[in-house]
């Protein structure tokens, strides 16, 4: 069985002289790095990522709006379509950040409600709004726009300054973007969102246009993880999804080829800048993902493990077998001493 585990924010993405690190210990995760060989490339998305493992190309933008779409129970059809997922733009000093899904938690109702809305406001427009499920909202345009977007992991958290859509139609777009937080402003949902104490829904983040596109890469049998493009892209291409149990499960190979599992395991925290839901992160991913794997390696029910990580700085692939734990010699090392720029 071989596995290869992503962990977008094993590293913390942001300078802070190492405090986030301070007094951080993750014995398992130390000792699989330590001992571990890696290879450093240049930094990626998580969708990015994820979409050149299983071998789609790229269109204008990482297609990801039509796969999901697809896996989300819509019909992407011969039509173009981006993610237009609901989110809320917190003013800050200097500009403003994006709060996305996972913070808003959005309704059912709260999605059908204000995506109503747009319909009916852009219909003229032959723009079409999705809500197959209320975290992740969808636009049909009747073609493909000149357009360039940044994906929501690399956004989330962070000031959307310089992160806007470009591109050769980013000016109209950029003005319906505009239209639309005029359209969301003080709409009812809203209002009972804010009484209940929760952020109103304010605007939409459009990324990852593209139309319906073949998914070739089989190279993993199995996926594990609540990463929605990751499962997406499985359902896609036969590949079995699976929970933290299966390696200990003893299933080495699948029709009598190896089982390749692919783990995706977020610490999202880090986006938000949030240290201690950071930290609480990985210990669990330590607890439920590294000290299986490192014990499934000793036993050799695991022939080989690769973590995959994506920093703004550099994204990293550390690779081990069960000989490698043997190389006692390399003592463990702090997380920190590991993370891109360390010295």
């Keep these: 069985m071989h596995v290869t585990l992503l962990v977008p924010d094993l590293f913390w993405p942001r300078d802070d002289g190492g405090g986030a690190y301070r007094e951080l210990e993750l014995p398992g995760i130390e000792r699989f790095l330590s001992r571990a060989r890696r290879k450093a490339f240049p930094p990626l998305s998580l969708e990015a990522w994820l979409c050149q493992a299983f071998g789609v190309e790229r269109q204008q933008d990482w297609p990801v709006a039509p796969i999901t779409l697809d896996y989300d129970g819509g019909n992407a059809g011969d039509h173009y379509w981006l993610r237009a997922d609901p989110v809320h733009l917190a003013p800050q000093r200097d500009g403003l950040t994006l709060l996305d899904a996972s ?18 406001h852009f219909a003229a427009d032959g723009l079409s709004f999705a809500t197959p499920h209320p975290a992740r909202w969808y ?14 992991s690399q956004s989330a958290g962070r000031d959307i300054t310089g992160a806007l859509p470009s591109g050769e139609d980013c000016l109209q777009w950029r003005r319906t973007l505009n239209e639309i937080q005029m359209l969301l402003h ?12 929760e952020l109103p829904i304010n605007s939409v983040w459009l990324w990852g246009g593209g139309r ?3 998914v070739p890469g089989r190279y993993f049998s199995h996926v594990a ?9 499985a359902a896609r291409t036969g590949a079995d999804p699976v929970t933290p149990d299966f390696v200990a499960a003893r299933r080495p190979s699948v029709a009598g080829q190896p089982s390749r599992v692919l783990v995706v395991a977020e610490a999202a925290g880090a986006r938000f800048g949030d240290v201690q839901a950071w930290r609480a ?6 607890r439920m993902w590294f000290a299986p794997l490192l014990s499934a390696l000793g036993r050799r029910i695991l022939e080989h493990l690769a973590v995959v ?10 690779e081990i077998t069960a000989l490698d734990l043997l190389r006692f010699w390399r003592t463990a090392q702090h997380l920190s001493a590991h993370a891109p720029g360390a010295t």
């Design 103 to 120: 913070v808003l938690n959005p309704g059912a109702e709260d999605a059908a409600e204000l995506v109503a809305v747009l319909n009916r």
């Design 309 to 318: 990580v994506l920093h703004p700085r550099a994204s990293m692939r550390f």
């Design 212 to 214: 319906h596109t073949t």
């Design 281 to 286: 992160e990985l210990e669990e991913i330590e």
């Design 139 to 152: 636009l049909r345009v009747p073609r493909p726009p000149r357009l360039v977007t940044r994906e929501i």
């Design 186 to 197: 003080d709409q009812p949902a809203n209002q009972r969102r804010e009484s209940h104490g």
């Design 225 to 233: 993880g609540g990463n929605t493009l990751a499962l997406a892209l």
